[in-house]
């Protein structure tokens, strides 16, 4: 390897071997480097991408995150399948081998604890929304008449927003309860600030985004108690998305970018 060291995740040892020709950012081929039992799961990428400048650069332009996250991605869920990664930041990058040997070296009892608690666990992720008009809301509604007056337009304007108000008080209370209910089933859950609808593309206002440390052995359950929740979620969507690789339980290890 020449370039610089593109950083996935950090695991222990595979017991089975990863998919065949796996490749990850850049189409880059997908290495094993080995340090003090640990294994970081590597890629070379070209400086003149992913040095500190250019890296900067490219973080502006959506297309290239999208594609750079879609390929680091991939590379942690084939990592999923065959054992439990802690898994990096996007575009953790490093010099060369000796600076990763040095990473792990320096946040060895850190790793070893952290995939220890993750061991045998998944994350699924959470998300309610409130539809800008929700289809019980706009069934039930009738065309607003003319207001005849400016008092009457007042009038109108405060119902109209008495209205609104009680609609994100009924969609707060329900993620209120399912955030509850799902919080019992997981180890450890993680409130994420509510997402754009024009950074996400998502229809509606997100009310809830979380996100959910799952024993495998109870993630049948999570699911169906996110399903029977659906049930009470009138006007409102319930996405559901999992299972992943634990990304929103294991916090940020310093990284030296070249």
């Not at 490749?23 to 340090?35: N, Y």
């Not at 992720?125 to 706009?138: C, D, Q």
């Not at 999570?222 to 634990?246: I, Q």
Request: with cysteine; charged share 25%; glycine share 6%.
């Amino acid at each position: 390897m020449t370039g610089l060291r593109y950083v996935y995740a950090v695991c222990r040892p595979l017991g089975a071997p990863l998919q065949a020709q796996l490749t990850g950012v850049a189409g880059a081929p997908v290495k094993q480097l080995a340090h003090h039992g640990l294994i970081a799961v590597v890629s070379e990428v070209p400086a003149r991408d992913f040095a500190e400048e250019p890296l900067r650069a490219h973080l502006e332009d959506l297309d290239w995150l999208a594609a750079t996250a879609r390929a680091h991605h991939g590379v942690i869920d084939a990592l999923t399948m065959v054992t439990t990664p802690m898994p990096l930041r996007l575009a953790t990058v490093f010099r060369d081998d000796s600076a990763v040997r040095c990473m792990i070296q320096a946040w060895e009892d850190h790793i070893r604890r952290t995939l220890e608690r993750l061991q045998g666990r998944v994350e699924w992720g959470v998300k309610v929304y409130l539809g800008a008009e929700p289809a019980h809301a706009a069934a039930a509604a009738a065309p607003a008449p003319k207001p005849t007056s400016g008092r009457d337009y007042l009038r109108q304007r405060r119902q109209q927003t008495r209205a609104h108000e009680d609609l994100w008080q009924q969609a707060e209370a329900f993620a209120g309860r399912l955030h509850d209910k799902l919080s019992a089933l997981a180890e450890e859950s993680r409130l994420h600030a509510p997402q754009s609808a024009a950074l996400s593309g998502a229809a509606g206002h997100n009310v809830l985004n979380a996100a959910y440390l799952v024993p495998r052995a109870r993630s049948e359950e999570f699911v169906e108690v996110v399903d029977r929740m659906r049930d009470d979620a009138a006007g409102l969507r319930v996405e559901l998305t999992g299972p992943w690789a634990a990304y929103s339980f294991v916090g940020d290890l310093p990284g030296e970018e070249a």
